[in-house]
């Protein structure tokens, strides 16, 4: 085993874009762009195969004493593996569920019960609702005061100074998004770990729309719970949840009494949904092998063929240079993104627009251009072969707060490494017609 240098690796987009199937569609006679990352990416070949062949080959129940359900119960363990090294954390402590949103709701259920009147939880005003609702909910029956983290308007950033001071020593759970699916921001969620842990509370992290971005580290982070969706990250429609082994055990699930009472599985309820487990591995292993394929070459050009004679690196550690190529090349098109965006005659970006701060910030863009709806927009755009979304993406309490749910939310552009600088420009050009148009 050995590890990665992820000195500036950079992306062979012809490989990259090679193995998604999807991306060579057209529309209208256009090319189509595939800026919708945030609401889920595209998948390459290997996780199709991979969900197929189970389907053709092992399509089982777990549990049983023959060949096909022997290796359902291997390939969903590998699938916890492979989430166990993207995650950073012990394979009994991943927990597979039909998507975050449920995946958070049982276990803001599970630990109400450990909560009493006069217990605080604390949410932020940037949150999509699936980090939001579960606790609101489970506060409401359980007596728990819930506390709000605000914003700074101007730059769609978290206030740390004011969910600093919500924080006391009854605060019990902190809820708080890595990343914004509407503005791109990044928060900084080691910092608001440890400000939970000294006031003695948990620290529920909503990593999903950080999942295509950022490589995830949650021993480094020392979070107690991540919750990520894998069909954000090139993978199948599940969601996975993170927790410490030591509040996996502890904390007590609703459950059947059948179920095991050993982690994971004692928060696994009914059958899983097999055959998009089996894209999980594939779908990490996609990732790893872009950091496989970095070191592999002597340049760190990706896309080199495999060498028998380089030793091969942990899938740590590939996962790794992995984002580290990935974040280098978002950057370039984030940059040419927000350039382009801020010639366009009557628009307002929202979020961080500064470039000496897009360290705290995804390639994700929200937007409005006076004169036309969201709506209108991404629908003249989808004609065109763009493919963004319109309205609030479920970060209600942001497009409320901000004054802009009633008339539509906002256009959401959002990039993912399989993007080009040509889907830039031409998506900036698109744009630039339609408002030239009216
Ligand atoms: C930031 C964020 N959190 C949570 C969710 C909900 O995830 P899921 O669809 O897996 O429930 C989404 C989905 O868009 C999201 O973008």
Same mark, same amino acid.
């Given at each position: 085993m050995s590890t990665i240098q992820t000195a500036a690796p950079a992306l062979?987009?012809?490989y990259v874009r090679s193995q998604f199937p999807s991306l060579s569609q057209t529309v209208n006679g256009h090319p189509a762009a595939f800026l919708d990352g945030p609401g889920g990416t595209q998948v390459p070949q290997r996780v199709i195969d991979a969900i197929s062949n189970y389907l053709s080959h092992d399509n089982a129940n777990t549990g049983g004493a023959y060949s096909t359900s022997r290796h359902t119960d291997a390939m969903i363990a590998r699938a916890r593996g492979a989430m166990a090294d993207f995650l950073h954390c012990g394979a009994d402590?991943?927990?597979f569920g039909p998507n975050m949103t449920t995946l958070t709701f049982a276990m803001s259920r599970a630990i109400g019960r450990e909560l009493k009147p006069g217990d605080e939880i604390l949410v932020t005003r940037l949150d999509h609702d699936a980090n939001v609702s579960p606790w609101l909910a489970m506060a409401e029956d359980r007596g728990v005061t819930v506390r709000w983290a605000e914003i700074?308007?101007?730059?769609c950033t978290l206030n740390l100074a004011d969910l600093t001071a919500k924080i006391n020593k009854n605060t019990k759970l902190?809820? #708080?998004? &890595?990343?914004s699916?509407?503005?791109g921001t990044i928060n900084p969620v080691k910092e608001i770990v440890q400000l939970a842990h000294k006031a003695g509370a948990l620290a529920y992290i909503d990593a999903v729309h950080y999942g295509p971005h950022g490589l995830i580290d949650v021993t480094a982070l020392d979070c107690d719970?991540?919750?990520c969706s894998t069909y954000k990250f090139f993978g199948p429609h599940m969601g996975v949840l993170y927790g410490k082994r030591e509040h996996l055990k502890r904390i007590r699930p609703y459950k059947v009494r059948p179920n095991t009472n050993a982690i994971p599985n004692c928060w696994e309820w009914g059958t899983l949904n097999h055959e998009s487990i089996a894209g999980i591995e594939?779908? #990490?292993? &996609?990732i790893a092998d872009l950091g496989r394929r970095s070191t592999e070459c002597g340049d760190s050009r990706l896309g080199c063929p495999p060498s028998e004679a380089r030793p091969q690196p942990s899938r740590r550690a590939a996962i790794e240079a992995a984002y580290a190529a990935i974040h280098a090349h978002e950057r370039g098109l984030l940059v040419r993104m927000m350039n382009g965006l801020k010639k366009i005659p009557r628009m307002t970006i929202y979020g961080i627009t500064d470039p000496a701060r897009f360290d705290d910030r995804c390639p994700t863009f929200a937007v409005r251009i006076e004169g036309h709806t969201p709506l209108e927009l991404a629908t003249k755009l989808g004609d065109r072969g763009f493919f963004t979304w319109d309205g609030n993406y479920y970060a209600l309490n942001l497009t409320e707060h901000l004054d802009v749910e009633k008339s539509g939310g906002f256009l959401r552009i959002g990039l993912v490494h399989y993007n080009t600088a040509d889907e830039v420009d031409r998506l900036l050009a698109a744009l630039r017609e339609i408002v030239v148009e009216t």
């Open positions: 062979d987009l012809t402590e991943v927990v700074h308007d101007e730059d902190v809820a #708080v998004g &890595y990343a699916n509407a503005v719970f991540l919750a594939a779908c #990490v292993e &996609y």
